[in-house]
């Protein structure tokens, strides 16, 4: 009878894998920088998992780092950080879910993403569409 006692490269190649996403992971939830990006994509491994497009936008967008009035403000670029709408601060958060203005646009995509999800959509929502 034969029997084998090595491991299998892709078996250890696995392991590496997982053991390196726990790390990241672990780093991921220690850091306290990207706050925002971190309510969009709370687990590294569903993020790597999901197929995204990265365009300035996006990035901007997840980071909260976009040409808001509140990051301009932040920046003393502008002198308020209110939005024209009246509504309050122009966030990422307030243009998502709140600014009247966006109004149309923001019904447009409640129907787009309706037929797949539920609205008010979670931020973390590329990983339940997995």
Excluded at 2 to 26: A, F, G
Excluded at 45 to 66: E, N, Q
Aim: charged content about 25%.
């Amino acid at each position: 009878m034969i029997t084998y006692n090595r491991i299998p490269i892709c078996e250890i190649v696995q392991q590496l894998r997982e053991e390196s996403l726990k790390e990241w992971q672990t780093q991921w939830d220690r850091t306290t920088k990207a706050i925002t990006t971190k309510e969009f994509f709370p687990n590294v491994k569903d993020r790597l998992k999901t197929k995204i497009t990265i365009t300035p936008h996006f990035t901007a967008f997840v980071t909260s780092h976009g040409k808001t009035k509140s990051y301009l403000h932040r920046f003393k670029i502008i002198e308020s950080p209110d939005c024209p709408c009246g509504g309050g601060s122009q966030t990422i958060d307030h243009l998502t879910y709140d600014c009247s203005i966006l109004q149309d646009k923001r019904d447009r995509l409640i129907g787009q993403i309706s037929r797949h999800d539920n609205w008010p959509i979670n931020k973390d929502c590329w990983e339940t569409n997995t």
